[in-house]
């Protein structure tokens, strides 16, 4: 009798022991927040981004399109003009005919648009298009006849074209006037918003 009152408490003992020993970190119930023990299974609430997160959830950065398919869309554009249509069903080599101009993004729709000059085999620039890189291929928003412009974004995301105005009496160096014209997205088109013209020295 007095041996069973001696080995009461020590299984009473052994039974919480084994009891507790269920609750700890390494099986059994996770508890947040504490560090997992050697080899066991807590992982952490919030997965933190790593090297291997898939690509299709990082934004890529647009690249511009080759010169090669901007000719082959613009000459495929029904609303082409005749005198451009002219020079790019002659020109094969690309270099001779078009010319690459800054990105921007007028649409502000967060992918760029490309802006190109087409010019003659002098490199005299005759005009200009606003090409929407889109999935399917460059497509030609907006283009514009003038002579030697330079186009590009303003802080306000308006498009800012400076262009040369030759007058008859004029050398073909020195244009004696110019103009600034600033052309907005107005949701469907390109619409012309201010125009000012400069005169030469």
Not at 55 to 80: C, F, M, N, Y
């Amino acid at each position: 009798m007095r041996m069973q009152r001696l080995l009461a408490p020590a299984v009473a003992a052994v039974v919480a022991l084994a009891v507790l020993s269920g609750c700890g970190n390494g099986s059994g119930l996770r508890v947040e927040g504490a560090e997992p023990a050697e080899g066991g299974s807590v992982s952490p609430r919030v997965a933190a981004p790593s090297a291997t997160t898939s690509p299709s959830v990082r934004s890529k950065p647009v690249q511009a399109a080759p010169l090669t398919e901007i000719r082959t869309r613009l000459l495929a554009d029904r609303g082409l003009d005749s005198h451009s249509r002219a020079i790019l069903v002659k020109c094969t080599v690309i270099s001779r005919c078009l010319g690459p101009g800054p990105t921007v993004d007028v649409m502000h729709s967060g992918v760029p648009q490309q802006v190109v000059y087409i010019h003659t085999l002098e490199k005299f620039v005759f005009g200009a298009f606003l090409m929407a890189l889109e999935p399917a291929g460059p497509r030609r928003i907006w283009s514009l006849k003038v002579d030697q412009p330079t186009i590009n974004a303003n802080p306000q995301g308006d498009l800012v074209v400076a262009s040369e105005i030759f007058q008859p009496d004029d050398k073909p160096c020195c244009p004696s006037e110019g103009k600034v014209e600033v052309y907005r997205w107005d949701g469907r088109q390109m619409t012309k918003v201010s125009s000012t013209d400069q005169k030469g020295d």
